[in-house]
């Protein structure tokens, strides 16, 4: 019995070195990968093969692979193994018994069952069993076998990214599953792009838009494409300036609790949230955050800051930074990797980024900035490649691994971002985090399927956000009852009406 293994030559067997009873085995274990593979060389696109919820309402109601993928074992076996280079197939005949699904194991078992001299063909008997032993494909295959020895050197096969944007979009839509949709202001809705983008989201059951602006543009729109804007909500306003400011005043009244920009310019939005007097400012720095999914990466990336702040002080980025870890633990990262980035990665007092990187480092250390493991300075190529950080001699635990790059201004990391979109085929999100509520800041540019990703960080947001003030509500309640508790016992009549204050005070606060 000849096994497969991994050897720097394939050598074949001739008609004269093989007897009947011979036999070679192959194992394999069918990936997603191999599914999406086969259907992209034959073009067999059957959705009970493909698409996971006609499989599930289909007969076996599981992804199984096409017949083919388990066929084509036989013909592996039959080229590279026995009889190997030179083997010619002839003819084939074979049953599938059972489907192959993901995470199968199969053995591919080829025995000699007869031998042709006069012609140099072989029969052979072709046995495909699952993990559990279960017969899945049986048959008979004839080929001509080799008459003179070959041995070849193994090529390398290269190695195959599958850059699947539509899958890796509703893996990030289905982290909102069970999470109600939020009231969205959508502001100045008045391209395709904009209006399509707010109402998938909607159809995704992500948010219920609010959709603010000239309400004959949007409904032109609308019916020059075909999109059906249902019983959604729209607020008719002249300009995009009027769009901006009713948004914020929703916001503020309580009537949303999250922003999407349209096709009005960034700074025409932004210039209503950051007002002084009518904003939508905390104590926060605003800053924005790309969350980006990239094939060739193993993990998510966020990207901070490369769309609000210009050229941020040492005392910006502490806010900028924060901002990105606190949005890294809602989407399930405990302790992000952070790494600050600068052209170099060994601090220089010529280079100003890599001062503030060490002393970004060292406030971390004192829990200046918290929930985050930071390092830098770092190139960028030493944040994301750990053969890269061996090379330099880095020793760190971000080094190869970040999962946030803080970039050093807004012109660096916007073509960080950028070219890993349009280079990279990332899936990109935009968020803007530090205000009162998630700000989904795409630019014009953006396709509908950028703002339903950006979608579900601002309602992954939301949620934080609602449970975050429950929280609150919930501990000022302790407090009260442990204030008030005290207030009317003997000890503590004096301080009853101080109690009663607290009380009343408490109570508004939670009307608010």
Known sequence: MRIETQQNFLESRTFDEINVGDCSVLVRTLRAEDIKLFAIMSGDMNPAIGDKEFANSGMFREVIAHGMWSASLISTVLGTQFPGPGTILVDQALHFTRPVSLGDTITVTMTVKKMFAHNRHIVFDCACVNQDNMEVVHGTAEVLAPAEKVKTKRVDLPHITISDKYARLQHLVARADGLAPIDMAVVHPCDLESLKGALLAADANLIDPILIGPEAKIRGIASEHGLDLKQHRIVNVKHSHDAAAMAVTLIRNGDAEALMKGSLHTDELMAEVVSHSSGLRTQRRISHVFLMDVPTYPRPIL????????????DEKVDIIQNAIDLAHIIGIPEPKVAILSAVETVSAKIQSTLDAAALCKMADRGQIRGGLLDGPLAFDNAVSIDAAKTKGIVSAVAGRAEILVVPDLESGNMVAKQLEYLANALTSGIVLGA???????????????????????????????????????????????????????????AAPACATQQKYFLERTAR
Do not use: Y
Not at 308 to 313: G, L, V
Not at 440 to 467: F, K, M, P, Y
């Open 436 to 494: 009162k509520v998630p700000i989904v800041l795409t630019s014009r540019a953006d396709t509908a399927e950028t703002r339903i990703a950006s979608c579900v960080i601002a309602t992954l947001i939301a949620h934080a956000n609602r449970e975050r003030i429950k929280r609150m509500i919930q501990s000022g309640r302790q407090r009260w009852r442990r204030t008030f508790s005290m207030a009317i016992s003997p000890r503590a009549t004096s």
């Open 303 to 314: 990207i901070t800051d490369a769309a609000i702040n210009i050229a941020p002080t040492l």
